[in-house]
């Protein structure tokens, strides 16, 4: 209904995917790539995924924190922290 407040969204998810893969999570630092805005591997935080089909994200430009909406078709996100690897084992056959 117009002037009530939306709902707050849920989290991107609890942290774990099926078959163990880590997630984004709202709140967690993250790279942005975006032709848009010009960001190729900017800083920033998910906030939430909008229904509406963006991005809200917290980005660093010049040492300041701005809120950017950025629209998921054109909009790269890649969690700020490297996967885990580990390590592989060689099997004698």
Do not use: H
């Amino acid at each position: 209904m117009p002037g009530e407040a939306a709902a707050p969204e849920a989290p991107l998810s609890r942290g774990w995917a099926a078959g163990g893969v880590r997630m984004i999570e709202r709140s967690m630092s993250i790279k942005i790539y975006n032709d848009l805005l010009g960001a190729k591997g900017a800083k920033g935080r998910m906030v939430r995924v909008g229904p509406e089909g963006f991005y809200e994200v917290t980005l660093e430009s010049g040492g300041r924190t701005y809120s950017a909406l950025l629209p998921v078709q054109a909009t790269v996100i890649l969690s700020g922290e490297p996967e885990f690897e580990t390590p592989t084992m060689e099997v004698e056959r």
